[in-house]
């Protein structure tokens, strides 16, 4: 059985910093192209950043560039996302997500396979 389970998420405020991470069990993790995704209230889900397998490879959503970074330990089943310079428009649930068929990282949401519950990030102004 395929579990994600985000954790990481909380109250921080504006310009602040916050570290997601993401365990997975019940797959080749190695093999699984990892992403993370995030849903406001009211609003669709929406691509945040990406990672392959190797980890070497990895793409952003234009406004999380420069200021998120994903991470992957292949060695412990982990994927995790560094947010820096935080803003109250990042307020959403995020969410973790696996696809199994491509080595590079994949933007698209319906691509993905597996999904995690999601952990609430919370930036005040």
């Known amino acids: 059985q395929v579990q994600l389970v985000e954790s990481g998420g909380g109250l921080v405020q504006a310009g602040g910093s916050l570290r997601l991470s993401c365990a997975a069990s019940?797959?080749?993790?190695?093999?699984?192209?990892m992403g993370w995704f995030r849903q406001a209230p009211g609003k669709e889900r929406e691509f945040v950043a990406a990672?392959?397998?190797?980890?070497?490879?990895?793409a952003y959503a234009d406004s999380m560039q420069g200021r998120f970074t994903i991470s992957r330990d292949n060695a412990k089943n982990t994927v995790s996302l560094q947010m820096n310079s935080l803003k109250p428009e990042d307020t959403a649930v995020y969410y973790c997500?696996?696809?199994?068929?491509?080595?590079?990282?994949?933007?698209?949401?319906?691509?993905?396979?597996?999904w995690g519950q999601g952990t609430q990030v919370t930036v005040s102004s």
């Open positions: 997500a696996a696809e199994r068929e491509r080595r590079y990282p994949v933007a698209a949401l319906r691509e993905y396979d597996y």
């Open positions: 990672i392959g397998w190797s980890g070497t490879n990895t």
């Open positions: 019940g797959l080749t993790f190695s093999r699984m192209s």
